[in-house]
């Protein structure tokens, strides 16, 4: 995944032409093992997995990822990594936040399935909302309902190197 944040409005504009936004457990080296067989897209409940240019990628503009593993049990190739299976990404809030230009706003933390959201409370403004990256998951659920698509996914990479 590209270091740079690949934001909700970019996705759904296409702009792919960096490496999808991979599912849980896959790696660019685990995707050449994939046959572009689409059970994974078929299976997925929440339906974010799409065939891009042939491999699995995942639209978290459309629904949040709960890691119910159905990609990885019907995938008849080695692409899903069991013991893997994260995502490579996690959640950033960017300056575009409503809370940051004045106006209360705490749909991500809301929206937050493992509580990664916190609120820091500041004098003569609304809470800033704090992403705790060694809680996040990367499932995208405060992609979908941030209502000026201010968050996006920065890659784990990224976190660790800066």
């Known amino acids: 995944m590209d270091a740079n944040p690949l934001s909700r409005r970019a996705f759904l504009k296409g702009d792919v032409t960096r490496l999808p936004v991979l599912p849980p457990g896959v ?31 995942v639209d978290l503009a459309v629904g949040e990822c709960t ?15 069991a013991e893997r299976f994260q995502f490579d990404h996690v959640a950033q809030v960017s300056g575009g936040c409503l809370a940051a230009k004045g106006v209360a706003c705490q749909s991500c933390g809301e929206a937050c399935p493992a509580q990664a959201i916190r609120f820091r409370p500041r004098i003569g403004g609304p809470f800033l909302p704090v992403i705790e990256t060694s809680a996040c998951t990367g499932c995208g659920a405060c992609l979908q309902v941030c209502p000026v698509d201010a968050i996006a996914i920065r890659s784990l990479s990224e976190v660790s190197n800066g």
Do not use: M, Y
Not at 32 to 55: D, F
Not at 69 to 81: A, G, I, K, S, T
């Open 67 to 81: 890691f119910c593993r159905e990609c990885l049990n019907v995938c008849p190739e080695p692409v899903f990594d």
């Open 27 to 57: 790696s660019p080296s685990s995707l050449e093992r994939c046959t572009g067989c689409n059970r994974c897209v078929e299976r997925c409940p929440t339906s974010i997995i799409r065939l891009i240019a042939g491999v699995p990628g």
